[in-house]
C-alpha cells in the first residue's frame, strides 16, 4: 500500500511540476549549460547573430527559465519572416515547456469554448 501511495505522489508531482523529485535541480544545471554554450557560441561568431550584451543575455536567459520551472530548453534561431530587420541573424531564446496540469487545464478551456455558442 505504501508503494501505491509513494508511486501516487511521484506522479502527481510530476504532472503538477513537471519533474519527479531531484529533477529540479538537474534541470537547471542543464539550462545552465545550455546558456553557457549558446553564450560561447555568440562569442565565437558575434556577427551572425543579433547584437547582446552577454551578461544581460544570461539574467533575462535564467529568469525566463526560472519562470518556467526549468521544464523548457534554450535554442539558437534564424527568424522565420523575410521582411524582419535581423534576417540572417541567430537568436538565442528560452522555448518554454507547460506540465501536464497546464496541458489539462488548457485542453479544458478549449473544449470549453468550442460548446460557447457563436
Avoid at 520551472?69 to 534554450?74: A, P, Q, T
Avoid at 497546464?102 to 473544449?111: L, N, R
Amino acid at each position: 500500500m505504501k508503494h501505491i501511495q509513494k508511486m501516487n505522489e511521484w506522479i502527481g508531482q510530476k504532472l503538477i511540476t513537471g519533474f519527479n523529485p531531484g529533477e529540479k535541480s538537474i534541470a537547471k544545471e542543464r539550462i545552465a549549460a545550455e546558456i553557457d554554450a549558446a553564450i560561447e557560441e555568440y562569442e565565437s561568431d558575434p556577427d551572425s547573430f543579433v547584437e547582446y550584451a552577454v551578461d544581460e543575455l544570461r539574467s533575462d536567459l535564467l529568469r525566463e527559465a526560472k519562470e518556467n520551472g526549468y521544464r523548457g530548453s534554450i535554442s539558437i534561431r534564424e527568424p522565420g519572416d523575410e521582411r524582419s530587420q535581423y534576417i540572417g541573424k541567430k537568436f538565442i531564446i528560452y522555448d518554454p515547456v507547460t506540465t501536464g496540469l497546464q496541458d489539462i487545464g488548457s485542453a479544458a478551456a478549449g473544449g470549453y469554448q468550442n460548446m460557447i455558442p457563436k
